[in-house]
């Protein structure tokens, strides 16, 4: 492939057919990879190109988005880095780069701008390392669409702004790169092979290294947690000395587990899924042989680990944990998810007393007239119709709700047995029994009861899902919608020490060594030969 005549089209991207479908046949003045930075901080590789028209930002050769020139707001740069935002009017929101070549990537657009608009573009330099406080987000423009973050003062002349650097000299400059890009379609099958060889390169580094994000961006602090394909670790990454949690799957593990299809549920209702009682997933990348997901760190610990030391909850407690539980549930049914895996394990506790669901690798997707039928999750939480084989509803996890309502009251679940085959047949056909000693309310027992019906058509919630329970005796204290907004203060506050303080995990986790484990061959030969099947894993 033949070198285009602009210089700054570093990529050569002028010369490809599939770019100049993207960009609508403009002429390309600049194209680089550069460093998005998302909301949270994470710099995320893309490819931008800077037209006669607009600013193009590029993943994998796929439009993410288009900034048009006259849409342009200001820019803003940071004195003392290398970051730069570009502030989008009311019609768009702002988008905050990264960049060794930022200077003539500013300036380019300032002068394209200039070219195109006729009047001059505002210019703002602040000396903060870090812009964020000055990006108006997607979401702050769809409230309201005037609003912006971009700087009212340290307005700056651009002309001597640009006296700092060496780069494109003038608007005539532009103008010359315009008259000079010469596009010959007599090319176009030379090009059509070169794309394939960039193709091809390109895919065989994904398995590799994501292009937004590496492990080797993040120090592993502790671990804090084990799963059936992987472990959980407390990490720190490197690049803003953010605290989060990693959640580490090996991908053989996956593939002879016939678990892939599960996580991808997992991620999808992580990332797609908001709400207050639910874990969010900031982040997934992989390498050739992981999977990784970035979590907020809820420095809280398991619920669990709080029900193992005081071994059991009043009800005032429970009724508060109880109703933020309920309340996942019901999004999650809303969304024609069922979570199948409720459990104390799966609810951790943040620095305010607040709950959140974690772990959804046993999630189901389906809609309200299906029946899944599969026999997995916890033994001790299982409703019968899961073990009968009869199906999986939304009310076996309202089955499963009971459950962890009798536990945290009691201190053990209704129906336990170490032999599960026994256990299983309990649940099934006996009866559960309430302590004797214990002094539970009557509506405690109540709800308990009817939410363990072992008929699912008649279980309590089957019907109108969790306005049954708010309409329940034992709920009839708790404003369900101040627990939605946490105005209600917890009965529980963590004693947190910093934003590293793993004392509510469980000690042999968090007392354990990391160690790099070394894949055997024929396990990598497994990996290799289903790597395909993880291409949705990026972020």
Same mark, same amino acid.
């Given at each position: 492939?033949?070198?285009?005549?602009?210089?700054?089209?570093?990529?050569?991207?002028?010369?490809?057919?599939?770019?100049?479908?993207?960009?609508?046949?403009?002429?390309?003045?600049?194209?680089?990879?550069?460093?998005?930075?998302?909301?949270?901080?994470?710099?995320?590789?893309?490819?931008?190109?800077?037209?006669?028209?607009?600013?193009?930002?590029?993943?994998?050769?796929?439009?993410? %988005?288009?900034?048009?020139?006259?849409? *342009?707001?200001?820019?803003?740069?940071?004195?003392?880095? /290398?970051?730069?935002?570009?502030?989008?009017?009311?019609?768009? +929101?702002?988008?905050?780069?990264?960049?060794?070549?930022?200077?003539?990537?500013?300036?380019? *657009?300032?002068?394209?701008?200039?070219?195109?608009?006729?009047?001059?573009?505002?210019?703002?330099?602040?000396?903060?390392?870090?812009?964020?406080?000055?990006?108006?987000?997607?979401?702050?423009?769809?409230?309201?669409?005037?609003?912006? %973050?971009?700087?009212?003062?340290?307005?700056?002349?651009?002309?001597?702004?640009?006296? %700092?650097?060496?780069?494109?000299?003038?608007?005539?400059?532009?103008?010359?790169?315009?008259?000079?890009?010469?596009?010959?379609?007599?090319?176009?099958?030379?090009?059509?092979?070169?794309?394939?060889?960039?193709?091809?390169?390109?895919?065989?580094?994904?398995?590799?290294?994501?292009?937004?994000?590496? #492990?080797?961006?993040?120090?592993?602090?502790?671990?804090?947690?084990?799963?059936?394909?992987?472990?959980?670790?407390?990490?720190?990454?490197?690049?803003?000395?953010? *605290?989060?949690?990693?959640?580490?799957?090996?991908?053989?593990?996956?593939?002879?587990?016939?678990?892939?299809?599960?996580?991808?549920?997992?991620?999808?209702?992580?990332?797609?899924?908001?709400?207050?009682?639910?874990?969010?997933?900031?982040?997934?990348?992989?390498?050739?042989?992981?999977?990784?997901?970035?979590?907020?760190?809820?420095?809280?610990?398991?619920?669990?680990?709080?029900?193992?030391?005081?071994?059991?909850?009043?009800?005032?407690?429970? %009724?508060?944990?109880?109703?933020?539980?309920?309340?996942?549930?019901?999004?999650?049914?809303?969304?024609?998810?069922?979570?199948?895996?409720?459990?104390?394990?799966?609810?951790?506790?943040?620095?305010?007393?607040?709950?959140?669901?974690?772990?959804?690798?046993?999630?189901?997707?389906?809609?309200?007239?299906? #029946?899944?039928?599969?026999?997995?999750?916890?033994?001790?939480?299982?409703?019968?119709?899961?073990?009968?084989?009869?199906?999986?509803?939304?009310?076996?996890?309202?089955?499963?709700?009971?459950?962890?309502?009798?536990?945290?009251?009691?201190?053990?679940?209704?129906?336990?047995?170490?032999?599960?085959?026994?256990?299983?047949?309990?649940?099934?056909? /006996?009866?559960?029994?309430?302590?004797?000693?214990?002094?539970?309310?009557?509506?405690?027992?109540?709800?308990?009861?009817?939410?363990?019906?072992?008929?699912?058509?008649?279980?309590?919630?089957?019907?109108?899902?969790?306005?049954?329970?708010?309409?329940?005796?034992?709920?009839? *204290?708790?404003?369900?919608?101040?627990?939605?907004?946490?105005?209600?203060?917890?009965?529980?506050?963590?004693?947190?020490?910093?934003?590293?303080?793993?004392?509510?995990?469980?000690?042999? +986790?968090?007392?354990?060594?990391?160690?790099?484990?070394?894949?055997?061959?024929?396990?990598?030969?497994?990996?290799?030969?289903?790597?395909?099947?993880?291409?949705?894993?990026?972020?």
């Amino acid at each position: 492939m033949e070198k285009n005549n602009n210089e700054y089209d570093y990529l050569n991207y002028s010369n490809l057919s599939e770019i100049k479908n993207i960009i609508n046949n403009e002429i390309i003045l600049f194209s680089d990879k550069i460093n998005k930075i998302n909301r949270f901080g994470f710099n995320q590789e893309r490819i931008i190109i800077i037209t006669n028209c607009g600013i193009y930002n590029i993943k994998k050769k796929e439009l993410k %988005r288009k900034i048009p020139l006259n849409v *342009i707001l200001g820019i803003t740069i940071s004195k003392t880095s /290398e970051e730069f935002i570009i502030h989008g009017n009311e019609y768009e +929101y702002d988008y905050h780069y990264n960049s060794p070549k930022r200077f003539e990537i500013i300036r380019i *657009i300032n002068n394209s701008f200039f070219e195109l608009n006729h009047k001059k573009l505002k210019f703002f330099e602040s000396k903060e390392k870090s812009l964020k406080n000055f990006v108006t987000s997607k979401k702050e423009k769809k409230l309201n669409p005037n609003f912006t %973050r971009m700087p009212k003062d340290n307005l700056i002349d651009i002309d001597q702004y640009f006296n %700092r650097t060496t780069t494109i000299n003038s608007v005539s400059e532009i103008n010359d790169i315009l008259n000079s890009i010469i596009i010959d379609d007599n090319n176009s099958n030379e090009n059509v092979n070169n794309e394939k060889e960039i193709n091809n390169n390109k895919d065989e580094n994904i398995m590799t290294k994501s292009d937004e994000i590496v #492990i080797e961006d993040f120090n592993i602090i502790k671990i804090i947690g084990h799963g059936e394909c992987g472990i959980v670790c407390l990490v720190e990454y490197k690049k803003n000395n953010e *605290i989060y949690a990693m959640k580490s799957l090996k991908k053989e593990v996956l593939i002879e587990h016939n678990q892939i299809k599960n996580e991808l549920i997992e991620k999808e209702i992580l990332q797609k899924l908001k709400y207050p009682f639910l874990c969010e997933l900031l982040f997934c990348f992989q390498n050739i042989d992981h999977i990784y997901f970035i979590m907020p760190f809820l420095n809280g610990g398991e619920l669990f680990q709080h029900l193992k030391k005081f071994q059991k909850f009043d009800e005032e407690k429970v %009724r508060f944990y109880g109703a933020q539980i309920a309340l996942a549930l019901d999004f999650l049914h809303k969304n024609d998810i069922i979570y199948h895996d409720l459990k104390p394990e799966n609810i951790l506790m943040d620095e305010n007393g607040y709950l959140k669901l974690i772990n959804f690798g046993m999630a189901s997707k389906i809609k309200s007239n299906e #029946i899944n039928k599969c026999l997995t999750g916890t033994p001790e939480y299982l409703a019968p119709e899961i073990i009968t084989g009869e199906g999986i509803y939304k009310s076996s996890d309202w089955w499963s709700f009971g459950v962890l309502l009798y536990e945290m009251l009691c201190g053990l679940p209704p129906f336990y047995e170490e032999n599960i085959e026994k256990m299983y047949e309990m649940i099934k056909n /006996e009866t559960f029994k309430f302590p004797n000693d214990y002094n539970l309310s009557d509506d405690a027992k109540d709800i308990i009861t009817k939410l363990l019906n072992k008929n699912p058509n008649e279980r309590l919630g089957n019907k109108n899902e969790i306005e049954e329970i708010k309409n329940h005796p034992f709920f009839s *204290i708790i404003d369900f919608e101040l627990i939605e907004k946490k105005k209600i203060p917890a009965p529980f506050i963590p004693n947190i020490n910093d934003n590293k303080d793993v004392k509510y995990f469980e000690e042999d +986790y968090i007392n354990e060594d990391i160690e790099k484990s070394n894949i055997p061959e024929n396990k990598m030969d497994l990996i290799n030969n289903n790597q395909d099947k993880f291409k949705d894993f990026d972020n």
